[in-house]
């Protein structure tokens, strides 16, 4: 056997390492050989001793040589990983070093960095590492009544900051064994930054605790690219194909990550996390007999996916239809998906539990597809008693996409649930003329926007389209002959008269409860991975934020060019190897560039006016004063000056979107009594206005005053009231501070 770039390998036993991928030999394939007791074609086996000696000799050779290869093949698969691996944490810290000139920023200005919902994230952060102990700050977050003023709620429970509990914990131990050791761990300078400004007192290492926080962020995000090579490289089966998903994930960088931009995002700690579990699911697809570990395993991703990010539910939708697809289709047997939904189900209860009850985890159309799909694998033996496969496609579709939708309702009914209630109607302003005000917010934003023109047109000029379309086209034409060979076989069995008495004694072997869990056609993995790319691009499409899922899952799909396996027409490995090799040379060519274009990047952040803002609050406001007004701002507030705030970014809970809608009515043209109402009722003392949420719009007709006048259409002809209260002070708003961007009203 030989071992290395494209050449097909085969393992020991059934259960190979995901590094050591290697081919299968179905067990159809074994039945045709008709070894059976000890005759191979109705022939005798030679008995003769000295033969038999002889190649169990050859045979310990051959082991002993099969296992020095295989470890080889996983050293090298490891090597060049974590050489990837580290490339990339380089390259993103680097970028983020050189867009934002970060070692050189004061504390203030590395939180201002943090906008909107990352500075609420961070601030969570701040506080633990910040508090007495580990102990009280953990008290701090859970029983918080500066959030959202003047509630108290569990920030753990609400904002997913499990990420931010691990690494303050870990910060706080980092720095008291370094300071018990005596071990200098940053360097502190004045820096003079000019234009004016005052000099700042600057610390860079990692005993600063913004460097610690964004440097482990990178340290992850760096050994994502590490898990894709892994995960190309097993799904192709060749090293070359862990190559072109990597080449095609840094050639198209920017359309497969922001951390570089903005490492405290939830995707940041999530994403890495799902790409692992994926690696699980598709390992559990593959392997002919998934064990109890395995539901372990990927429950453990799922947890790890669905504590750091709020939207985690929604991709482990789309894999449960996808892994539900793959059954329905034929190429896994209930067993396989009964593992990979065990990992689900046991993921998403310890989930639930350690959000504390998270209602929106319970309610989420993930739970209701998970009952869904357990019911259908219950009616299994009832449904197969239909006589045609298509009528038993149609009663699993309809009892997968009613059963969802009743689940769903009745559990949000019963729980008076409606955090979730802005995604549907955002989902449904894409497809209608719906329109209110907060779905208003979402899709005047960029990123939640459709996916842009422009995307397309650079994933064609580094040729990842094409090679992936390619990749896509052949993998289907390969899956669709597995799926007609058994029907092919059936027919030329009738035709050369095969009697049912040989097909009944070929499947009395099977015991008739395990029929249905042991008929699968092969490359259940690639079905679920096509799949699973489909409803990427759905998702992607209708909200471009959702680019993290489909990009690199693009670049994941494109390892296929290397699976000899599917691409079984070129003459010799030489031919397709050659092939890779100048696929790779024409990526490149815009690949390169690309690269250049996001190494360029030089930036040196500076934000006078919100420093000053910031600094005027701190130095003229009491401690327990509390602030409403434009939600990125508002983070800041609550990150730097640590006063109380009444509304904020993160927007995935019923009574903040009411309570934000009372405060930008600031930007309405409603009369300013009910406004000052608004804002009584709220308990907030301070309001800032910034001057450009006046007349600023992304698009026509997203403007704040144009977003108001939908809700409000009667007022729709009166001038906006913030521009009003610039114009003159009103009874119900007193400006306090104003420096050109920024004013603070009193209430």
Known sequence: MEYGTGINRYPANEHNTIAGAVNRRSAEQTTIMGTKNG?????????????????????????????????????AVISLALTFGVLHGWHISSMFENDRFFSHLSDLEREMTFRTEMGLYYSYYKTMITAPSMGQGLLAIMHDNVTE???????????????????????????????????KTKDCYTVNRGRGLSPVLNCEGMGDPAYYYVNWIFIENG??????????????????????????????????????????????????VFVLQMLLVTHVLRISKPMWYHSVAIGAGVVAFMLPWQFAQFALLTQTLAVFATYMLGFAGSSKVRCILQGQSLGLFVSYIMLFGNEMLLTSFFAACLLTVWLILFMEPVL???????????????LLFGGTLVVKLVLSTCLSIEDDAHIANLFRSKFSGY????????????????????TVIKFLKTFLLPSSAIAILVTIIHLFRVFLQPKMEENHKH???????????????????????????????????????????????????????????????????????????????????AAIFILLAMM????????????????????????????????????????????????????????????????????????????????????GKEVHEGYKSLGAQYAILERSWCSRRSKFGCSMPEIWDIEDPINAFKRPLCLRIEERSTPYFSPVFTNGVYTVLRV
């Open 223 to 272: 050994f994502l690219v590490s898990l894709l090579f892994v995960f190309a490289t097993y799904l192709s089966e060749s090293l070359l194909g862990g190559l072109i998903t990597v080449a095609a994930f840094f050639y198209n960088h920017g359309e497969c990550t922001r951390v570089q931009w903005t490492p405290p995002l939830r995707e940041s700690f999530a994403y890495p």
């Open 149 to 183: 003023y003047p509630s108290t709620i569990n920030t753990l429970k609400r904002f997913n900051l499990y990420p931010e509990v691990v690494l303050a914990a870990g910060f706080r131990f980092y720095d008291g064994v370094t300071k018990l050791l005596d071990i």
């Open 588 to 671: 490149s060519v815009q690949g390169f560039l690309n690269l250049q274009h996001q190494r360029s990047i030089q930036g040196d952040f500076s934000n006078p006016p919100q420093e000053e803002l910031l600094e005027w609050i701190m130095q003229n406001t009491s401690k327990d004063a509390v602030f409403a007004g434009p939600m990125p701002t508002m983070a800041s507030i609550k990150l730097s000056t640590g006063r109380r705030i009444v509304n904020h970014p993160h927007y995935e809970d019923a009574g903040l979107r009411a309570r934000t809608k009372l405060v930008y009515a600031m930007y309405s043209r409603k009369p």
């Open 435 to 454: 329109k209110d005000f907060h779905t208003m917010l979402y899709t005047c934003a960029a990123e939640f926007d459709f996916m842009q023109n422009e």
């Open 495 to 577: 035709k050369n008269g095969s009697s049912r008495e040989q097909v009944t004694e070929r499947n009395d072997d099977i015991p008739a409860k395990d029929e249905l869990e042991v008929r699968q056609l092969p490359n259940a993995e690639l079905v679920y991975h096509l799949l699973q790319l489909s409803a990427f691009l759905v998702m992607a499409v209708l909200v471009m934020r959702l680019k993290v899922f489909f990009s690199p899952h693009l670049c994941l799909i494109s390892s296929m060019l290397a699976s000899k396996q599917i691409f079984k027409f070129f003459r010799s490995d030489m031919h397709h190897q």
């Open 39 to 75: 005759r191979l074609d109705g022939k005798k086996t030679p008995t003769n001793k000295k033969f038999r000696s002889r190649k169990e000799n050859g045979g310990n050779r051959e082991s002993s040589e099969i296992k020095w290869m295989f470890s080889t093949w996983n050293l």
């Open 384 to 398: 197969e008693k239909l006589q045609h496969r298509i009528i038993i496609w149609i009663c699993q579709l309809c």
